[in-house]
């Protein structure tokens, strides 16, 4: 039997009343997780969820999910291939939002050690799945002004990669290694939360999820 309780739950009550008090300074994240009956079944059974390689992915992505894991690898001291995602801070309306989008899932509540933990911001995280630079607004920069310097760092990526003789929709592989280099420094600003203020919404990825990490498990019903 798992350490945990398990119940049923429409979604909206399967989470609490009350505001979720997320802490991303903690020692262990409060985090949370929907998983499909499949992998939860897999984590009670063998008490410890790895990456399905049959969820990986999509290619349109591929790039930015590859430099995600290589940031882990370099960053936390597991290893694994691929990752486990959670919620870190999430506004408790749009957890039960997801979770009335995953009926017959399972929504994991989670302690998670820090140190086994990556923390991304989830709104710039668009910026590495889109091979984007990631640039900040300056704080006496108007909305004009910010939005003409992106055009132009923008335009001045678009042509580097041309002028190397490689279209931009081209696998990111085979872009030439200083842009690539300039915009993984750009992107390695999301993975820490001092560069952000207190109410933003936050990813974690893991290498794998175990079963004593979890704290609760709610089967979603129709």
């Known amino acids: 039997m798992p350490a945990f309780p398990i119940r049923s739950a429409r979604p909206a009550v399967a989470i609490p009343p009350g505001r979720m008090r997320h802490d991303i300074s903690e020692d262990r994240l409060l985090l949370h997780t929907i998983q499909t009956a499949e992998a939860f079944e897999a984590l009670l059974t063998n008490e410890v969820l790895n990456p399905n390689p049959s969820m990986a992915e999509p290619p349109l992505h591929a790039d930015g999910y ?66 984007h630079p990631l640039i900040i607004e300056h704080p006496d920069e108007n909305d004009e002004a910010y939005g ?36 993984e420094d750009s992107w390695a600003f999301i993975l820490d939360p001092a560069n952000y203020g207190r109410y933003e919404s936050w990813q974690a990825t893991v290498h794998a999820l175990r079963s004593d990490d979890v704290v609760q498990a709610v089967r979603i019903k129709d």
């Open 66 to 131: 590859d430099w995600m894991y290589r940031q882990m690898d370099a960053r936390l001291p597991t290893t694994g291939d691929g990752a486990i995602w959670l919620w870190a801070r999430i506004r408790r309306q749009t957890l039960m939002d997801l979770c009335g989008l995953a009926p017959g899932q399972v929504l994991l509540t989670c302690r998670v050690p820090r140190e086994r933990v990556l923390l991304s911001h989830f709104g710039d995280w668009h910026a590495v799945l889109n091979r």
């Open 148 to 183: 003409a310097r992106l055009d132009r760092i923008f335009e001045d990526v678009d042509s580097r990669v041309r002028a190397a003789g490689v279209s931009p929709n081209a696998g990111y592989r085979h872009w030439p290694a200083d842009v690539r280099t300039e915009l």
